[in-house]
């Protein structure tokens, strides 16, 4: 039996909150917090952010620290207090961990002993509806987590107050174009109390807010976003145009349509998440997943960043979105970005992180200024390159990704067709209140750097339903076995479904297919890919110390080897020219030391493609001729490879 099962301390079961009509009924719903514990090399993961600097900010980074507005100080008192809560109480939790929990705690119970008579909340010094959207991600998971008595009231409170005042003072700037994040919290609270106005809220909150679906129905953001339309867009404050091109708010845009089609029904809105995608990728996308944003929209040249507050706002509006959908396509990118932009952006102990990272990133030093509009730093890595806000902000990505892995299916109670989701894989153990019984499910896997995942299902009494298994679009021949059994054959692409009787004991094995694949990029280029993760060559790297940053420090990159590789791949049977090797998935498995798996390829150099200013030159349109000699190159996770490569020419055959 599972550790869970049998753990005296175990916390109370409690239903899944499904959605109360008139809200639209979710395809999948997330189980309630605490449900969900990291095992295997997740546990590890989340470990290492806990002894990073997500555990300890506050005792190194004043904006966080002790003079915090958010806990009654004087000090910064705007978005970057409720940005650490979001992701500090999940991770704190998710550990059980007493040290992260008290800090955590302090926070929480501030705003919890501190709202004004009017319902207002937060510090008294702004009246910005944007850092309290932010709150409320936080209260609400930790009111999941805890069951605090004291948490629905002041919320409800909270919106009634906000209702009330909308109407005088609309929604500005960042909360004008987050107005969907808050839509999540107003929804959430609608499914424990039914109270009508809320409904009213959503509507002013969707009518205030910006219409990215109008945004992306005719999109015209289709190239780098230069410096002279940022300059039209100047003004007093901030302007539409800017807003729209900002790589955050695109991020957390993507889930807007799912989360508004709840209330409007409309197909449109439904698709909306996925036609954004699309688009993003069509001019903008790079192979980690992300599409480029230093910090606008900057096409698809694998020499620019994205910034890491998108990235971790990419993955919880593709957790929100395949939710809401049951849309597989938002699993396999959420797994891409987990497994590659996200740890790619980290030293390996993630005490330091980027705020700009790239795909083809041969440098990371003050040289470089090739983005739309950010600073010099932003490639670093280090306390707070650039600006501070994913120093905040970054903590949510990891915890999040853990609560998304398993979810529940069904849009009634009684449903005879709800059942269980894996949704991403990775390993976990999973404790939950299903019917009538209590169903105990292990995931043990090594993936994403190995194949095969198993499923242990324990129910306390036999009871039927549908197990959905997701088989990403590349899975093709993936098999699953249940006791041993074949089951038909699974489509890429879609959930395949085990339906049965399950009894204790039962076990479901998963067998992805894991030769390495190519995907094509900008100009013509390739990409190597084993299952989720991307490979790149990874450059010899010279760390230098820029700063002392408290408990932690700045660093430039600088390259101690040659990068300007063009590889020679056969583009109809790649896995012919691509030599694997495993090695054991040990703790650290994003680190380049400890590189689970390895890829040789034929490469030869492209002399003519060099760097300028610390920057790698678009990579030459494909196929390249050249006539330097034959070497192998080895190729690791991406997120291994802190300098890198990872959209190549390829060789002209
Ligand atoms: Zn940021």
Sequence with gaps: MSALATAPDAPALH??????????????????????????????????????????????????????????????????????????????????????????????????????????????????????????????????????????????KYFQHQLAELPKRPLRDWGKFRWQD???????????????????????????GY??????????????????????????????????????NNAQAIKTGPVWWLLSGNETDRSAARKMLEELDRYHGLPNGMFSCDEHLDGRDPSQGSELCSVVESMFSLEQALAVTGDPWFGDRLERLAYNALPGTFTDDMWAHQYNQEPNQVECSLHRRPWVSDGPESNLYGLEPNFGCCTANFSQGWPKFANSLVMLAGAQESDVHDGLVAAAYAPCEVRMKFRDTTIFVAQET??????????????????????????????????????????????????????????????????????????????????VERGPL???????????????????????????????????????????????TEAEVGEGPFTAKHAPVRITAKARKVPEWRAEDGAANPVPQSPVATSQPEETITLIPYAAAKLRITAFPQCKA
Excluded: C
């Design 15 to 156: 239903a899944t909150t499904r959605n109360l009509h008139p809200i639209g009924s979710n395809a999948f719903y997330l189980l309630p917090l605490g449900s969900i514990r990291p095992t295997g090399w997740l546990k590890a993961q989340l470990l290492i952010q806990a002894n990073g600097l997500s555990g300890h900010l506050d005792e190194t980074w004043p904006d966080v620290g002790a003079n915090s507005g958010w806990l009654g100080g004087t000090g910064e008192s705007w978005e970057r207090g409720p940005y650490y809560l979001d992701g500090l109480i999940p991770l704190a939790w998710l550990l059980d961990d007493a040290r992260l929990k008290a800090k955590a705690q302090r926070f929480v119970d501030w705003t919890l002993t501190h709202q004004q008579a009017n319902g207002m909340i937060g510090p008294v010094t702004n009246d910005d509806w944007w850092p309290r959207i932010v709150m409320l991600k936080a209260l609400t998971q930790y009111q999941e987590l805890t069951g605090d008595a004291r948490v629905i009231p002041l919320i409800d």
């Design 182 to 208: 808050e839509a999540l919290s107003a929804i959430w609270l609608f499914n424990r109390t039914g109270a009508a106005y809320l409904l009213d809220l959503l509507r002013l909150l969707h009518q205030q």
């Design 211 to 248: 219409d990215w679906m109008a945004q992306y129905a005719d999109f015209k953001y289709t190239g780098p976003t230069t410096a002279a339309f940022l300059k039209l867009a100047e003004g007093n404050g901030l302007k539409d145009p800017d807003l729209a091109t900002h790589g955050v």
């Design 446 to 527: 090594e993936y994403p750097f190995r194949g095969t995942v198993r499923f242990a299902v324990n129910p306390s009494e036999q009871v039927r339903f549908p197990f959905q298994f997701r088989i990403p679009a590349w899975a093709a021949g993936a098999t699953i076995r249940v006791n041993g059994e074949a089951q038909p054959p699974a489509e890429p692409g879609v959930f395949a479904r085990v339906e049965r009787y399950w009894r204790y004991g039962d076990r479901v094995e998963i067998a992805f297919p894991m030769q390495p694949r190519i995907s094509r990029w900008f100009n013509d280029s390739v990409a």
């Design 534 to 580: 991307v490979f790149s060559l990874g450059i010899g790297e010279d760390w230098v110390k820029l700063r002392e940053r408290g408990m932690t420090a700045d660093w430039q990159v600088f390259p101690t080897a040659p990068w300007n590789y063009a590889v020679d791949v056969d583009s109809v049977a790649p896995a012919k020219t691509l030599q694997v």
